[in-house]
């Protein structure tokens, strides 16, 4: 994202931090101009927006709770929540405005995994133990002559006794091998049937959350992973990664697809200080995660990171930096950053809506056309804009009793001062 003065140097375009900035003559792109998705009586369901959450776990409800209103008070038509059974209820009964879906057991998939770990268990100590602990026979410290042939007979008797402990012992270790293998086809079995749900909400929403409320539990990581695969490879869906999402993506195991995401134009993470900490102690040890280009071996950065903190800072290492300075509330209540994942996902639907490539329409009259990656980084900041002005709002009315859902109640309103705003700025 670049210009020439008038003596053909290049020199960095001028880019808000306020959204009261947009006014400014400095401020030369046309950015906001492509934030909303016209009103119109021609309208259906489902054309200003349709999000997927996924996440949601027994302990933690409120999250895709948060994140899937929030989308829908920022603007989208339609709102899904893909959860867990144990999460589902209480979601629905939160609002009848949620199309709420469970796509997994926790209880089942958790009974799967103790049933695993209890087999293997077994069959360790089976592998391990020479006879079994019985059969064995321990000669008396001196052996008189007399003894002998009931020495002999009990030598016999032992040998005969490991003989039939070693046999017994090779067909329940064959029996709890074939356990374990049938175990592990029933959790692929699960995976794949919880993969399967999730796919039909895939193919007909514009962007999919990943992460709020969604819990730690391993194989809900696996079906995670799969999903992360389908929704890039087949859908070439936009993603917002939030939460344990991340957290997921700082463990070893998922290494690799942590670096298919960065090099993924169309994924948003949006890690607070401990999260953005983690992943790069994880996998950038000598780098900042927020800049850097791609290490050896793995593919360049083309992501968004919405670093959340007093100051957001959004980048993507292959275009440009912003910094939203918006004035929020003095405290900082929980789910508000879950309230900013819906947000997100809400401008990014429209960002989809309105098409991933900037028009000709798009070029200001200063001639500089932004990217498309650019504008989706100008989308995330208008996000963190709106999250911060209805936090200001509510904290003064609410002040030290501001909760999210006091957030919730002033995104609305929020968003369409901030749309009014943007059609009335001068093009110049």
């Known amino acids: 994202m670049s210009n020439e003065d008038q003596h053909g140097i290049k020199k960095d375009p001028f880019l808000p931090k306020l959204w009261s900035d947009l006014s400014s003559p400095r401020y030369e792109i046309n950015f906001h101009k492509h934030l909303f998705p016209p009103l119109s009586p021609s309208s259906h369901k489902g054309s200003h927006g349709r999000i997927a959450i996924l996440g949601g776990s027994e302990k933690y409800t409120g999250a895709p709770y948060y994140a899937a209103t929030s989308a829908l008070s920022t603007g989208v038509d339609l709102a899904t929540v893909l959860c867990a059974r144990e999460a589902s209820v209480p979601i629905k009964c939160y609002s009848p405005e949620l199309m709420v879906q469970s796509v997994y057991s926790i209880e089942e998939l958790e009974n799967l995994s103790w049933r695993e770990a209890i087999v293997k268990e077994k069959l360790d100590l089976l592998k391990t133990s020479k006879n079994g602990g019985v059969g064995s026979f321990e000669f008396p410290p ?7 042939e009931t020495i002999q007979k009990r030598i016999q008797m032992a040998k005969s006794q490991q003989f039939t402990c070693l046999s017994e012992n090779s067909e329940q270790i064959h029996v709890l091998e074939q356990e374990l293998e049938k175990i592990r086809k029933d959790q692929q079995v699960a995976i794949e049937h919880s993969v399967g749900l999730i796919k039909t909400s895939l193919s007909s929403c514009h962007v999919l959350c990943v992460g709020p409320g969604l819990g730690r539990l391993p194989f809900v990581f696996e079906i995670v992973a799969v999903v992360l695969q389908t929704a890039m490879r087949k859908y070439h869906l936009t993603i917002v990664l939030d939460a344990d999402a991340l957290f997921m993506l700082s463990l070893d195991k998922y290494r690799e697809l942590y670096f298919e995401l960065r090099g993924y134009e169309k994924c948003v993470m949006t890690p607070n200080i401990m999260e953005l900490r983690r992943l790069k102690e994880a996998h950038h040890k000598n780098d900042e995660i927020s800049v850097m280009g791609g290490e050896q071996g793995n593919p360049p950065m083309r992501n968004i990171i919405v670093q959340k903190g007093h ?13 939203c300075c918006e004035e929020g509330g003095l405290k900082r209540s929980g789910g508000i950053g879950d309230v900013l994942s819906g947000a997100i996902t809400a401008f990014m639907a429209w960002n989809v809506v309105l098409g991933k490539d900037i028009k000709s329409d798009s070029i200001s009259i200063k001639g500089i056309q932004p990217s498309g990656l650019e504008q989706q980084v100008f989308t995330c900041w208008t996000a963190c804009c709106a999250v911060k002005k209805a936090t200001k709002t509510a904290f003064e009315k609410k002040k030290r009793s501001m909760s999210a859902m006091n957030v919730l109640d002033e995104i609305g309103d929020v968003v369409a001062v901030m749309e009014e705003f943007a059609m009335n700025c001068n093009d110049s």
Request: hydrophobic fraction near 20%; include cysteine; proline fraction near 0%.
């Open 142 to 148: 001196s052996i008189d002559e007399s003894d002998c």
């Open 311 to 323: 100051t957001d800072i959004i980048t993507s290492s292959t275009c440009c930096r912003m910094e």
